[in-house]
């Protein structure tokens, strides 16, 4: 067996861990950060329909406040040209008028009250969800029932923490991006190296960490492989000893000597 193919394995492999390593250090930072950007993006879309829908009460309550108080100068100068009426006539024109104002006026005095009501239960939802923040009751309460001062310190506590979480992360990358770089070069050098050399075990290697497994070279530890635990059969020991590999029965890891790696670290 050409156990120099194996060697150029285990060095890729001991190459990848140091990798995994430094990834490691970043503590899923990473998909931490994305979960409260989420979040804080959730909030953000909140603070911005309830302005939008209070700028729209405003807008429209001023509005309609602009409007009965033209009716009203109305009804006042249709009262006065009512003293000056020269006959009924034109005295019932004038009261016909005031009384279409006088209709307006009360439109526009429900379509307030109407906004008035409004206002008055996104009042009554936030005191109730007030509450319920009193009182721990957390998982009854509502995305509109949050109180508008809690949902702000909501929005500034997670931009708080994502800025935190970002800068922790950086601090990680800068502080590992040579190592990350020099290690992306090697990493690619071995792999075509032994692309050439050993193309079916690096088809293999590739294949044991498509998944999930990260550790496709394992050493043999107390006669078993270290990746399941599974017992080798001992007929197989004199071989791994010598240098070669054993594919696990159970696992179907490459189990090699742990002097491979000690030699794949120089
Ligand atoms: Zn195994």
């Not at 310190?153 to 770089?181: F, P, S, Y």
């Not at 050399?197 to 990260?214: C, F, M, N, V, W």
């Not at 010598?242 to 490459?254: A, M, V, W």
């Not at 189990?255 to 120089?266: M, P, T």
């Amino acid at each position: 067996m050409d156990h120099t193919k194996i060697n150029l394995l285990v060095r890729l492999q001991y190459l990848d861990n140091l990798m995994e390593n430094i990834v490691s250090l970043q503590k899923g930072l990473p998909e931490e950060i994305n979960a409260l950007e989420e979040d804080l993006a959730f909030t953000k879309r909140q603070i911005e329909a309830r302005k939008k829908v209070a700028d729209e009460h405003t807008k429209k309550k001023l509005h309609l406040l602009e409007a009965i108080s033209e009716c009203k100068h109305k009804i006042l100068t249709f009262k006065e040209k009512q003293t000056l009426a020269r006959n009924n006539k034109e005295y019932d024109a004038l009261s016909k008028q005031i009384e279409y104002e006088e209709k307006e006026i009360a439109q526009g005095e429900i379509q307030l009250q109407d906004i008035a009501h409004a206002e008055q239960r996104t009042l009554e939802t936030h005191q109730k969800g007030r509450q319920l923040i009193n009182e721990n009751r957390y998982d009854e309460i509502a995305e509109d029932m949050i109180p508008d001062d809690v949902l702000k310190q909501q929005l500034e506590d997670l931009t708080r923490q994502v800025e935190l979480k970002k800068d922790e992360l950086n601090g990680i990358v800068i502080e590992t991006a040579d190592d990350v770089e020099t290690l992306k070069v090697k990493i690619s050098d071995q792999r075509r190296h032994i692309e050439k050399e050993a193309h079916r075990l690096i088809d293999k290697y590739d294949h044991l960490r498509s998944g999930t497994l990260q550790n496709a070279v394992v050493k043999l530890n107390r006669n078993a492989c270290s990746g399941c635990n599974t017992r080798v059969p001992t007929n197989r020991h004199t071989m791994i000893v010598q240098g070669g590999f054993y594919l696990c029965e159970s696992c179907g890891r490459i189990v090699v000597h742990e002097r491979l790696f000690d030699e794949a670290a120089d």
